[in-house]
């Protein structure tokens, strides 16, 4: 179902109109077919009279209104998700005790949503999942009546092998339908997946699977990327022997994807395939309270282990399902792709949730961008005819430097959205996306949100808003945001502000805790600021009232699109036997956003060498995942401090990127290491 505001967006987006609403920039705006390219950072995505734009104006600012009320999404939730048992209560609860709810008597599945609401509705036969494999081309669809099929046997194999309601599994998958599959079965029988990114360690994995006490684990023999083999099962075998995981794990339910012979432990392990060929196809959605759990999703944070973030059924799928509509202008016969991974968010809300919420046909990415050469994605994008494409700004960036011949050789005609997530989009990126990729006619839609947020919660509209590169624009349906002095807390009101970006309503898809450790929820996100939700990131709103994330205000790093703790990084080296002290920032990094910088002070005895560089690296590698792989280790025989002892990250961040300026160093217990650390940072 259509919202009212939501037809106005697709009829202004088929009139290739745009539309905007501050009339501010308007009068000076220079947009004409292709984007405002005099103006570095301000572009627009498609042409339009000035008609539509006052006209739309209008529209969405009483539309924004409208949805940041309970009755909005009450209205919506009703419409556009089956209820076993509907709700009486929309909302209750909220920031001050961070007891947030969502329509918390009505009962749903969100599995039962996602496929059989669409096959009851006579769309059976339509392709939910295309998947498109590590070798180009090799190209498998299933529809909605075959994936529910397969999800009901692989839910029907987990019943016979005892995991029942409730309890969390953990999956470690690669990127084959069968790890969408898996998380689905898992909702349609109430169990809670944690899925955990295939890139992960060994290490990573057993602390996931202890911290939410997993007797489950779902994995494959191995896994294909960019033509390489990845021993995912040999790599679970080993976080299972762990003392922390070992001790728990019951159950390893093993897929195969190629022919390739694994080592198989009797009695714990499981053929799935085999097993679940002989399950029946049909399995009755276990009925749910929408505040019970969905999934857990470890991520990092600036200080201490990564956080199970937790979310729950109503809020989260009607969350997922609405944004993935209205930020992508999503259509019943789009061909969607998103290229991200299933073990992050994007994955769980973009590629399985919110597109099958919607019944559309989502794509399942197994290779990478650069396989077998930099035209991969253009040349799915040809063969697939897709219409929504969702990537991150890094891999623009890595797929610019080998400039336009490339995309020039696909016929790339049938895109309409060109998603960006995960950090701010550069001019460079945007107009390359938009003008290469999309032909100057696709829509750049920049989408700000977090694992925490559920879905997005910033973005310009496809249809309703005019970009500007580099900026998400502002709060979409339902997100009431903030800017506010990060001293006072007091809201910075009106235009040209910056301060720390906070959300000042609850709303759906938010997450209501961290797994096991309220107290950690609220201090992370909700004491920080009372009354409003704190993201953790820095933000100005422009003269016109647009928002620019100017990154995060903590030691969270984020480094090609990945979310990475300084905090975990940094244990992982004082875990060698060569580091006495560690300290890890980002810093400005061409392709990946940001690089990872890690200063190190050796143990007495132990010298800097390049060997020893590169055996910190691999013991950051083994520790956390190959993602996390640090750019620079420079040698720190002291780090900069202040009297009170805290390390100066400012001054860290700026000599590993390079720069000679470092501000008021006064307040440096001893400023003499800074000269140091410049000419080690060289070297
Ligand atoms: C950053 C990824 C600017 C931000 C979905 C946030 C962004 C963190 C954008 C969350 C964007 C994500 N513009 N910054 N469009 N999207 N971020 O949890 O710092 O892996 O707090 O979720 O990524 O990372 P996470």
Redesign the pocket.
Known sequence: MRTASLALALTLALQSAYSFSFPAVHSQRVCGVTGASSLPSFRCNAVGSSKTFLKSSKNWEVDHQASLTPKYWGDLARKNLDWFKDFSITTSGGFESGDVKWFEDGQLNACYNALDRHILAGKGDKVAIIYEADEAGDVTEMTYKQTLDRVSQIANMMKSEGVKKGDVVTVYMPMTPDVILTMLACARIGAVHSVVFAGFSEDAIADRIAAANSKFVFTTNVGLRGGKTIKLKQTVDNAIAKDRAKAIVEKVFLFKRTEEEVNFVEGRDIWADELLAKQSTTCEAEVMDAEDPLFILY?SGSTGSPKGILHTTGGYSLYAMHTTKTSFDLRDDDIYACVADAG???GHTYICYGPLLNGATTTVFESTPLYPDEGRYWDMVERLKINVFYTAPTAIRSLMRFGDESPKKYDLSSLRVLG??????NPAAWDWYHNVIGGGKATVV???????TGGHV??NLPGIHVAKAGS?RGGTYGIDMGILDPQTGEEQVGNDVDGVLVIKKPWPGMARTVLGDHERFMTTYLKPYPGNYF???GARRDEDGYIW?T??TDD?I?SS???IGSAEVESALVATDEVAQAAVVGFPHDIKGEGIACYVTLNNGVEMSDDMKKSLKMAVRSSIGPFATPDMIINAPALPMTRSGKIMRRILRKIAGGENEFGDTSTLADPSCVPVLVENARN
């Open positions: 991520t992050w968010i994007t960006s997530v995960g950090e701010p989009i920049d989408t700000y949100w977090q694992t925490e910033a973005c998400c993201a953790g990131d994330v990154g995060r969270v984020n699109g990945h979310r």
